[in-house]
């Protein structure tokens, strides 16, 4: 009993002196550094990670609601945009669908615009549009019938609803214009005027069949329009000329005898500068479209050729090639894979990073 009497009092005399050797803790703010030629964005269930490709090293986390499509940005005015829906009790309660703004050096919210509570909360990249002119935003709605909300993002203000019965995925051209994609087998050109109300709209031909052969609602931006791909594996680029909707003539992925793309998320990408596709394969007939990729086929999409094929170890969840001088083949393996990191041009596995959850990759 002595003995442990003299521990206790040792031990009483000791440890006040230890606590008081330790160094106190200093609380500080990390800012983003300037943005990297290899950094791209990792779209995931509840937020959009930011990594390093060339490092491996996850920079850091926009923190989105779990019901948010996609998230884009512009690097003029060094800001995220993220459509996003709240309730107000987690999963119950009233609703409130936003545009969130965050800045670029602290990866936090600086501005919000209320808009319409029937955003289309599925996670399709297309579903969210930044025009080419940066100010104004493109948010996909279905209640159920399909809509358009356009937010002044320069001006933080709701500008107006756009009903676009049958008609989604929204891709920009020109300054301040979009085209979409009809269940009628036709594009949809929407032209808005300096404030963002519409100008003019403009439907064209049909060139694809509904029934027979769908195109996606998962499409590429390429240099001059955008690459847009059917079920069955044909191909059309489109593109336009003030109010003329231009489609280039059909063709079919070279060498694609009982192979056809597909997946559930991002699944096609084109390397803009040397028109080269980048769009996962799997082996299968009709109605396995949503099937993930197990290669990786790279097209040039000048001469229609088939350049490689990159068979993977994991189907492809999602995939993306950077635009950059060497660019990077990004691609989100389902399973336990990771993420992958190539070169896109002699297509060397340089890393794998762990992104869990990944529904999309976007260029940063």
């Known amino acids: 009993m002595r003995l442990m009497l003299t521990l206790a009092l040792g031990l009483t005399l000791v440890c006040p002196l230890a606590v008081a050797q330790l160094a106190p803790e200093q609380i500080s703010v990390e800012t983003m550094p300037a943005p990297g030629n290899n950094w791209f964005i990792a779209k995931s269930g509840n937020g959009a990670r930011i990594f390093d490709a060339e490092t491996g090293t996850m920079l850091g986390q926009l923190s989105l609601s779990d019901w948010t499509p996609a998230v884009t940005k512009w690097d003029p005015r060094k800001e995220f ?3 996003e829906s709240y309730f107000a009790r987690g999963v119950h309660g009233q609703r409130t669908d936003l545009v969130t703004i965050y800045d670029y050096d602290n990866l936090s919210p600086v ?39 356009i937010v002044d993002v320069q001006d933080r203000v709701f500008v107006y609803e756009i009903s676009t019965p049958g008609c989604a995925v929204n891709m920009p051209v020109g300054e301040k214009d979009f085209l979409q994609i009809c269940g009628d087998g036709t594009l949809q050109l929407i032209q808005l005027d300096l404030s963002g109300f ?43 000329a003030g109010s003329t909707i231009n489609i280039g003539e059909g063709w079919n992925i070279p060498d694609a005898e009982g192979w056809r793309p597909g997946g559930r998320s991002e699944f096609l990408s084109v390397l803009q500068d040397k028109a080269l596709l980048y769009i996962a394969m799997h082996e299968g007939g009709v109605d396995t479209h949503h099937e993930r990729g197990t290669e990786i086929w790279v097209i040039d999409l000048a001469t229609h050729r088939l350049l490689r094929r990159l068979e993977m170890e994991e189907p492809v969840a999602t995939l993306i090639v950077t635009q950059e001088q060497n660019p990077k083949l990004i691609v989100g393996a389902f399973g336990d894979g990771g993420t992958l990191v190539y070169d896109a041009l002699t297509f060397r596995l340089e890393r794998s990073i762990v992104a869990p959850g990944a529904q999309m990759f976007e260029d940063f």
């Open 111 to 149: 501005a919000e615009v209320i808009i319409p509570n029937h955003m289309a909360r599925l996670a399709v990249r297309g579903h969210l549009a930044l025009l080419n002119n940066g100010r104004h935003l493109v948010v996909h709605n279905m209640n159920p019938g399909h809509s358009v909300s």
């Open 198 to 240: 519409e100008e003019n709209r403009v439907r064209s031909e049909v060139f694809f069949s509904v029934q027979d052969d769908a195109v996606f609602d998962r499409v590429a931006r390429t240099a001059n329009g955008w690459l847009l791909v059917t079920h069955a594996g044909q191909l059309f680029e489109v593109s336009t």
């Open 81 to 83: 945009y993220a459509a």
